[in-house]
């Protein structure tokens, strides 16, 4: 099948793009490029994903939006149906893990426009989520945070085997979600086995 990511250029879409690498070809990339940086359905912030779609070497459709909750789902839909256009994309894949906000919000845009939805990570086990990153030699840095118990110092702190005890030990701790699905911190990958 001929599919579409929505890359963030972080860790979880990353993964979702490699796991749907294995089974179906991935034509194109679409990141949302949202003005306001606490977004409901986009993550920000998106810097690097030129380069990183440039080191994947897939095409890129990135589109504006304001960031308006609800409103924000007409851009993704705009996105999406360019790529039916540009790429005959037959469906989309996603880096949804938990979030029930947008998993089904982009289901009703899939189903609206007629192609399939995949979310390869969705329910998973976020300390497996993480071991499996670490076991598939992928590296992100966390660019972003919002969380108690995560202070400056993980700010562009690569997360790898040597570090990942530490912010699994400090999630438990702090009782936040050690994969940041719940906004805790945000990321970046900065190498993965897909990189050309």
């Known amino acids: 099948m001929n599919l579409a990511v929505l890359f963030s250029g972080g860790k979880d879409s990353t993964l979702a793009l490699f796991k749907a690498s294995k089974l179906h070809k991935i034509s194109c990339l679409i990141t949302l490029d949202s003005e306001n940086p606490e ?8 810097n ?17 939006t304001k960031g308006k909750k609800e409103l924000e789902l007409k851009d993704l839909k705009k996105a999406i149906s360019l790529a039916i256009k540009k790429y005959k994309i ?44 670490i076991e598939n030699n992928f590296k992100f840095k966390i660019i972003k945070i919002a969380a108690d118990g995560l202070d400056d110092s993980w700010l ?3 997360i790898d085997k040597e ?3 530490d912010l699994i030990k400090l999630s438990k701790k702090h009782k ?10 945000e990321s970046e ?8």
């Not at 936040?176 to 911190?185: K, M, Q, R, T, V």
């Open 156 to 158: 562009n702190k690569i």
């Open 189 to 196: 990958i900065i190498s993965c086995p897909l990189f050309k």
């Open 163 to 165: 570090s990942l005890p």
């Open 48 to 64: 690097q994903v030129e380069i990183l779609a440039k080191r994947l070497k897939l095409p890129l459709i990135k589109q504006k």
């Open 90 to 133: 037959q469906g989309v894949v996603t880096g949804a893990v938990a979030s029930t906000y947008q998993s089904s919000r982009i289901q009703i845009i899939c189903n609206e426009l007629n192609i399939n939805c995949f979310n390869p990570l969705w329910q998973r086990d976020q300390i497996e989520l993480l071991d499996e990153l």
């Open 39 to 46: 977004s409901y359905m986009f993550h920000t912030p998106i």
């Open 176 to 185: 936040f979600n050690p994969a940041g699905e719940g906004g805790e911190y």
